[in-house]
Protein backbone atom coordinates (compact mmCIF):
# COMPACT_ATOMS: atom_id res chain seq x y z
CA UNK A 1 0.00 0.00 0.00
CA UNK A 2 1.22 3.58 -0.72
CA UNK A 3 2.29 5.73 2.18
CA UNK A 4 3.30 9.47 2.27
CA UNK A 5 6.99 8.32 2.70
CA UNK A 6 6.82 5.79 -0.69
CA UNK A 7 6.61 7.25 -4.20
CA UNK A 8 3.45 7.27 -6.33
CA UNK A 9 2.54 4.33 -8.82
CA UNK A 10 3.97 5.93 -11.80
CA UNK A 11 1.23 4.18 -13.92
CA UNK A 12 -1.93 5.09 -12.25
CA UNK A 13 -3.24 1.63 -12.38
CA UNK A 14 -5.80 1.62 -9.59
CA UNK A 15 -7.10 4.74 -11.53
CA UNK A 16 -6.80 3.75 -15.05
CA UNK A 17 -8.32 0.44 -13.87
CA UNK A 18 -11.24 2.43 -12.63
CA UNK A 19 -11.93 4.78 -15.63
CA UNK A 20 -11.37 1.61 -17.80
CA UNK A 21 -14.15 -0.09 -15.99
CA UNK A 22 -16.51 2.80 -15.92
CA UNK A 23 -16.02 3.70 -19.55
CA UNK A 24 -15.78 0.62 -21.71
CA UNK A 25 -12.39 1.51 -22.10
CA UNK A 26 -8.95 -0.36 -22.22
CA UNK A 27 -6.87 0.60 -19.76
CA UNK A 28 -3.42 0.65 -21.98
CA UNK A 29 -5.52 3.39 -23.74
CA UNK A 30 -5.64 5.85 -21.10
CA UNK A 31 -3.12 7.89 -19.32
CA UNK A 32 -3.39 10.44 -16.57
CA UNK A 33 -1.92 13.80 -16.07
CA UNK A 34 -1.43 16.29 -13.59
CA UNK A 35 -5.05 17.90 -14.75
CA UNK A 36 -6.01 17.33 -18.08
CA UNK A 37 -3.91 20.85 -18.37
CA UNK A 38 -0.46 18.66 -18.38
CA UNK A 39 -2.04 16.52 -21.19
CA UNK A 40 -2.91 19.38 -23.42
CA UNK A 41 0.39 20.93 -22.95
CA UNK A 42 1.55 17.28 -23.47
CA UNK A 43 -0.23 16.93 -26.52
CA UNK A 44 0.91 20.32 -28.57
CA UNK A 45 4.54 18.82 -27.35
CA UNK A 46 4.37 15.63 -28.52
CA UNK A 47 2.63 16.53 -32.07
CA UNK A 48 3.47 19.92 -32.85
CA UNK A 49 6.83 21.96 -32.91
CA UNK A 50 8.48 24.93 -34.71
CA UNK A 51 7.09 26.26 -37.73
CA UNK A 52 4.10 23.96 -37.27
CA UNK A 53 0.47 25.63 -36.28
CA UNK A 54 -1.88 24.80 -33.91
CA UNK A 55 -5.62 25.40 -34.47
CA UNK A 56 -8.30 26.18 -32.31
CA UNK A 57 -11.99 28.33 -32.14
CA UNK A 58 -11.55 31.95 -30.91
CA UNK A 59 -12.79 32.10 -27.93
CA UNK A 60 -11.00 29.05 -26.85
CA UNK A 61 -9.57 27.80 -23.80
CA UNK A 62 -6.28 30.03 -22.44
CA UNK A 63 -3.86 27.17 -22.31
CA UNK A 64 -4.19 26.30 -26.18
CA UNK A 65 -2.07 28.80 -27.36
CA UNK A 66 0.23 28.60 -24.69
CA UNK A 67 0.49 24.98 -25.47
CA UNK A 68 1.29 25.92 -28.79
CA UNK A 69 3.81 28.52 -28.20
CA UNK A 70 5.86 26.27 -26.17
CA UNK A 71 6.58 23.83 -28.47
CA UNK A 72 7.64 27.24 -30.94
CA UNK A 73 4.37 26.09 -32.73
CA UNK A 74 1.80 28.87 -34.00
CA UNK A 75 -1.43 29.17 -32.46
CA UNK A 76 -4.00 30.05 -34.96
CA UNK A 77 -7.90 31.00 -34.37
CA UNK A 78 -10.74 30.25 -36.60
CA UNK A 79 -13.85 32.23 -36.65
CA UNK A 80 -16.88 31.23 -34.41
CA UNK A 81 -20.55 30.99 -34.68
CA UNK A 82 -22.45 32.67 -32.16
CA UNK A 83 -19.23 32.33 -29.56
CA UNK A 84 -18.51 28.75 -30.33
CA UNK A 85 -16.79 26.29 -32.86
CA UNK A 86 -17.68 26.81 -36.67
CA UNK A 87 -16.34 23.72 -37.91
CA UNK A 88 -16.54 25.41 -41.81
CA UNK A 89 -14.43 27.97 -40.23
CA UNK A 90 -12.12 25.88 -38.69
CA UNK A 91 -11.66 23.30 -41.66
CA UNK A 92 -10.75 26.75 -43.90
CA UNK A 93 -8.18 27.30 -41.68
CA UNK A 94 -6.41 24.10 -41.93
CA UNK A 95 -2.70 24.60 -43.82
CA UNK A 96 -0.31 21.70 -44.41
CA UNK A 97 1.65 23.56 -41.55
CA UNK A 98 -1.34 22.12 -39.11
CA UNK A 99 -0.57 19.64 -36.59
CA UNK A 100 -3.13 19.61 -33.60
CA UNK A 101 -6.33 20.78 -33.46
CA UNK A 102 -7.74 21.71 -30.06
CA UNK A 103 -11.45 21.85 -29.42
CA UNK A 104 -13.47 21.98 -25.65
CA UNK A 105 -17.02 20.47 -26.13
CA UNK A 106 -18.58 22.29 -24.12
CA UNK A 107 -16.00 25.22 -24.52
CA UNK A 108 -14.13 27.09 -22.16
CA UNK A 109 -14.82 29.95 -21.32
CA UNK A 110 -18.22 30.49 -23.24
CA UNK A 111 -20.44 27.40 -22.51
CA UNK A 112 -21.35 26.64 -25.93
CA UNK A 113 -21.60 22.87 -26.94
CA UNK A 114 -21.27 20.99 -30.29
CA UNK A 115 -23.15 18.33 -31.56
CA UNK A 116 -21.80 15.04 -32.04
CA UNK A 117 -22.47 15.23 -35.72
CA UNK A 118 -20.43 18.76 -35.86
CA UNK A 119 -17.86 16.81 -34.19
CA UNK A 120 -17.89 14.00 -36.45
CA UNK A 121 -17.81 16.29 -39.42
CA UNK A 122 -15.00 18.04 -38.47
CA UNK A 123 -12.73 15.00 -37.76
CA UNK A 124 -13.85 13.63 -40.97
CA UNK A 125 -12.61 16.80 -42.73
CA UNK A 126 -9.14 16.60 -41.47
CA UNK A 127 -5.94 15.15 -43.10
CA UNK A 128 -5.07 11.64 -41.17
CA UNK A 129 -2.10 13.37 -39.89
CA UNK A 130 -4.01 16.06 -37.50
CA UNK A 131 -4.40 15.33 -34.01
CA UNK A 132 -8.45 16.36 -32.80
CA UNK A 133 -7.82 16.92 -29.16
CA UNK A 134 -11.44 16.97 -27.92
CA UNK A 135 -10.99 18.63 -24.65
CA UNK A 136 -14.08 17.22 -22.16
CA UNK A 137 -13.72 18.54 -18.90
CA UNK A 138 -17.24 19.73 -18.93
CA UNK A 139 -18.49 16.33 -20.32
CA UNK A 140 -20.17 15.17 -17.04
CA UNK A 141 -22.57 18.41 -17.09
CA UNK A 142 -24.06 17.12 -20.31
CA UNK A 143 -27.09 14.23 -20.24
CA UNK A 144 -26.11 11.00 -20.10
CA UNK A 145 -24.38 9.83 -23.49
CA UNK A 146 -24.29 13.45 -24.28
CA UNK A 147 -20.23 12.96 -25.21
CA UNK A 148 -19.80 10.34 -26.76
CA UNK A 149 -16.38 11.53 -27.90
CA UNK A 150 -14.95 8.55 -26.33
CA UNK A 151 -16.05 6.40 -28.74
CA UNK A 152 -14.76 8.63 -31.49
CA UNK A 153 -11.06 8.28 -29.66
CA UNK A 154 -11.28 4.44 -29.64
CA UNK A 155 -11.99 3.93 -33.33
CA UNK A 156 -9.54 6.84 -34.57
CA UNK A 157 -6.29 6.93 -35.22
CA UNK A 158 -6.09 10.84 -34.76
CA UNK A 159 -8.11 11.74 -31.66
CA UNK A 160 -7.56 12.18 -28.68
CA UNK A 161 -10.11 13.16 -25.41
CA UNK A 162 -9.06 14.72 -22.38
CA UNK A 163 -10.95 14.86 -19.48
CA UNK A 164 -10.66 15.88 -15.64
CA UNK A 165 -11.49 16.08 -12.28
CA UNK A 166 -11.23 19.46 -11.64
CA UNK A 167 -15.15 19.67 -12.51
CA UNK A 168 -17.65 18.26 -11.55
CA UNK A 169 -16.30 15.91 -9.60
CA UNK A 170 -14.98 18.95 -7.33
CA UNK A 171 -11.30 17.69 -6.80
CA UNK A 172 -9.50 20.69 -8.90
CA UNK A 173 -6.76 20.82 -6.13
CA UNK A 174 -6.11 17.34 -6.34
CA UNK A 175 -4.64 17.98 -10.00
CA UNK A 176 -6.17 14.96 -11.52
CA UNK A 177 -7.01 14.49 -15.41
CA UNK A 178 -7.32 11.77 -17.76
CA UNK A 179 -6.67 11.33 -21.66
CA UNK A 180 -7.43 8.43 -24.02
CA UNK A 181 -6.84 7.60 -27.65
CA UNK A 182 -5.42 5.26 -29.70
CA UNK A 183 -2.36 3.20 -28.26
CA UNK A 184 0.40 5.21 -30.05
CA UNK A 185 -0.88 8.30 -29.30
CA UNK A 186 -0.96 7.33 -25.64
CA UNK A 187 2.48 5.55 -25.95
CA UNK A 188 3.56 9.00 -27.39
CA UNK A 189 2.22 11.09 -23.96
CA UNK A 190 3.90 8.67 -21.95
CA UNK A 191 7.31 8.95 -23.09
CA UNK A 192 7.29 12.55 -22.14
CA UNK A 193 4.98 12.46 -18.97
CA UNK A 194 6.53 13.25 -15.87
CA UNK A 195 7.23 9.71 -13.98
CA UNK A 196 5.39 10.55 -10.62
CA UNK A 197 3.02 13.33 -12.33
CA UNK A 198 -0.36 12.10 -10.08
CA UNK A 199 0.05 11.67 -6.40
CA UNK A 200 -1.19 8.78 -4.97
CA UNK A 201 -3.36 10.87 -2.66
CA UNK A 202 -4.92 12.49 -5.81
CA UNK A 203 -5.11 9.13 -7.21
CA UNK A 204 -6.67 7.47 -4.22
CA UNK A 205 -9.46 10.31 -4.26
CA UNK A 206 -10.18 10.21 -8.18
CA UNK A 207 -10.81 6.17 -7.49
CA UNK A 208 -12.99 7.34 -4.28
CA UNK A 209 -14.73 9.85 -7.02
CA UNK A 210 -15.59 7.47 -9.19
CA UNK A 211 -17.26 5.06 -7.05
CA UNK A 212 -19.76 7.70 -6.26
CA UNK A 213 -21.85 8.47 -9.16
CA UNK A 214 -24.72 9.43 -7.23
CA UNK A 215 -23.07 12.41 -6.35
CA UNK A 216 -21.79 13.29 -9.44
CA UNK A 217 -25.99 12.72 -10.85
CA UNK A 218 -26.57 15.27 -8.04
CA UNK A 219 -24.23 17.85 -9.00
CA UNK A 220 -25.54 17.78 -12.25
CA UNK A 221 -29.08 18.05 -11.89
CA UNK A 222 -28.27 20.53 -9.32
CA UNK A 223 -26.26 22.47 -11.65
CA UNK A 224 -28.89 22.48 -14.70
CA UNK A 225 -31.38 23.83 -12.28
CA UNK A 226 -29.65 26.74 -10.26
CA UNK A 227 -27.56 27.80 -13.81
CA UNK A 228 -31.18 27.93 -15.75
CA UNK A 229 -32.65 30.09 -13.02
CA UNK A 230 -29.65 32.23 -13.45
CA UNK A 231 -30.18 32.70 -16.81
CA UNK A 232 -33.46 33.61 -16.71
CA UNK A 233 -32.80 36.03 -14.15
CA UNK A 234 -30.12 37.56 -16.24
CA UNK A 235 -32.67 37.58 -19.22
CA UNK A 236 -35.25 39.81 -16.98
CA UNK A 237 -32.22 42.66 -17.04
CA UNK A 238 -32.24 42.54 -21.18
CA UNK A 239 -33.39 46.23 -20.81
CA UNK A 240 -29.91 47.10 -19.45
CA UNK A 241 -28.39 45.60 -22.59
CA UNK A 242 -27.63 42.43 -20.62
CA UNK A 243 -27.42 38.74 -22.17
CA UNK A 244 -26.29 35.21 -21.87
CA UNK A 245 -24.64 32.94 -24.46
CA UNK A 246 -26.39 29.36 -23.75
CA UNK A 247 -24.34 27.12 -21.80
CA UNK A 248 -23.89 23.58 -21.03
CA UNK A 249 -21.10 23.88 -18.99
CA UNK A 250 -21.41 24.84 -15.42
CA UNK A 251 -20.77 28.45 -15.90
CA UNK A 252 -22.23 30.91 -17.93
CA UNK A 253 -21.21 34.21 -20.03
CA UNK A 254 -22.73 37.03 -19.26
CA UNK A 255 -22.59 39.91 -21.78
CA UNK A 256 -23.06 43.49 -20.99
CA UNK A 257 -23.16 46.61 -23.17
CA UNK A 258 -18.83 47.58 -23.14
CA UNK A 259 -16.11 46.48 -21.30
CA UNK A 260 -16.17 49.52 -18.55
CA UNK A 261 -20.18 47.89 -17.06
CA UNK A 262 -18.58 44.30 -17.26
CA UNK A 263 -15.73 45.80 -15.13
CA UNK A 264 -18.27 47.71 -12.62
CA UNK A 265 -19.95 44.95 -12.39
CA UNK A 266 -17.26 42.60 -11.67
CA UNK A 267 -15.80 45.21 -9.00
CA UNK A 268 -19.59 44.59 -7.39
CA UNK A 269 -19.98 41.30 -7.59
CA UNK A 270 -16.24 41.13 -5.52
CA UNK A 271 -17.35 43.41 -3.15
CA UNK A 272 -20.50 40.78 -2.29
CA UNK A 273 -17.71 38.23 -1.93
CA UNK A 274 -17.42 36.51 -5.14
CA UNK A 275 -14.39 36.10 -8.14
CA UNK A 276 -15.91 35.86 -11.43
CA UNK A 277 -13.65 35.70 -15.01
CA UNK A 278 -13.05 38.62 -16.66
CA UNK A 279 -11.38 37.50 -20.29
CA UNK A 280 -10.57 40.92 -22.63
CA UNK A 281 -7.42 39.14 -23.14
CA UNK A 282 -9.57 36.48 -24.84
CA UNK A 283 -11.47 39.19 -26.69
CA UNK A 284 -14.33 39.35 -24.25
CA UNK A 285 -14.09 42.58 -22.21
CA UNK A 286 -17.46 43.60 -22.37
CA UNK A 287 -18.15 39.75 -20.33
CA UNK A 288 -17.94 38.21 -17.64
CA UNK A 289 -17.78 33.74 -17.22
CA UNK A 290 -19.77 33.70 -13.64
CA UNK A 291 -19.38 29.90 -12.19
CA UNK A 292 -22.54 28.38 -11.03
CA UNK A 293 -22.35 27.83 -7.73
CA UNK A 294 -25.05 27.04 -4.75
CA UNK A 295 -28.60 28.59 -5.20
CA UNK A 296 -27.99 31.17 -2.01
CA UNK A 297 -24.34 32.15 -3.90
CA UNK A 298 -26.37 33.10 -7.17
CA UNK A 299 -28.81 35.06 -5.52
CA UNK A 300 -25.74 37.41 -3.87
CA UNK A 301 -24.49 37.19 -7.16
CA UNK A 302 -27.41 38.15 -8.91
CA UNK A 303 -28.50 40.75 -6.48
CA UNK A 304 -24.58 42.71 -6.85
CA UNK A 305 -25.37 42.77 -10.45
CA UNK A 306 -28.46 44.32 -10.42
CA UNK A 307 -28.02 46.75 -7.96
CA UNK A 308 -25.15 47.76 -10.01
CA UNK A 309 -26.96 48.00 -13.30
CA UNK A 310 -29.78 49.85 -10.96
CA UNK A 311 -27.43 52.31 -9.48
CA UNK A 312 -25.75 53.36 -13.28
CA UNK A 313 -29.19 54.00 -14.80
CA UNK A 314 -30.15 56.57 -11.77
CA UNK A 315 -26.99 57.81 -12.21
CA UNK A 316 -27.31 58.21 -15.84
CA UNK A 317 -30.75 59.57 -15.89
CA UNK A 318 -29.69 62.29 -12.25
CA UNK A 319 -27.65 63.60 -15.00
Not at 18 to 46: R, W, Y
Not at 59 to 75: H, K, M
Not at 276 to 284: A, K, N
Request: aromatic fraction near 6%; proline fraction near 5%.
Amino acid sequence: AQTPATYPDPDSIALRTALGEMHGIDAASIVCGTGSDELLNLAAQAFAGAGDEVLMPRFSFSVYPIAALRVGAAPVEAETREYGADVDALLAAVTDRTRVVFIANPNNPTGTYLPHEEIARLHAGLPGDVLLVLDQAYAEYLPDDGAPGLAMAGKADNVLVTRTFSKIYGLASARVGWATGARHLIDALNRIRGPFNVTGASQAGAVAALADQDFVKCSREENARVRQAFVMRMMQLGNHGVSTVPSEANFVLVRFPDQPTAERVRDAIAQAGYAVRHLPGQGLGEALRITIGREDDMKKVGDAIEAELAGRAVSRSAR
